[in-house]
């Protein structure tokens, strides 16, 4: 099997084992940047992931309580995700730990310019970005 082989079949088996649903529901990036991608650039600032990310707390955030609950976030965080997205580690994620979790996936999927492109937004800090914004 020759290496570039290997490393497809590694990569998406690691994308389809990362989500516990079918392909065809799975965001991908291309998806992400028609939704996020305002400027049309083919990539995603933080300033546009932010603004995106606000949009979509409010749009979960169904009993305006001004929290997102682990029922709001309908499994967008894994277990592990949540404790660290949950600063102040109460049993809520407000929107700025909300849109500050974002920015630290925004940085550890990010290369050293200040844009996410489709490369970037498949790496696992992408696609968890990708599924917390779905
Ligand atoms: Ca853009
Ligand atoms: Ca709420
Ligand atoms: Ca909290
Ligand atoms: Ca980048």
């Known amino acids: 099997m020759s290496k570039r082989i290997l490393v497809a079949s590694f990569a998406a088996f690691t994308f389809f084992g990362a989500f516990n649903v079918p392909a065809a529901l799975a965001a991908g990036p291309k998806s992400f940047l028609a939704s996020v991608d305002k400027d049309n650039d083919g990539t995603v600032s933080l300033d546009e992931v932010k603004a995106y990310a606000s949009a979509r707390f409010q749009a979960l955030e169904t009993d305006k309580d001004g929290t997102l609950d682990a029922k709001e976030l309908k499994g967008r965080l894994s277990a592990r995700g949540f404790k660290a997205a949950n600063a102040d580690a ?16 925004f940085k550890e999927a990010n290369d050293n310019d200040d844009t996410l492109d489709a490369k970037e937004l498949g790496t696992p800090a992408g696609r968890k970005l990708i599924k917390l914004l779905k």
């Not at 109460?90 to 996936?105: P, Q, R």
Request: hydrophobic fraction near 45%.
């Open 90 to 105: 109460d049993k809520t994620i407000d929107e700025a730990e909300f849109l500050a979790y974002v920015e630290k996936l």
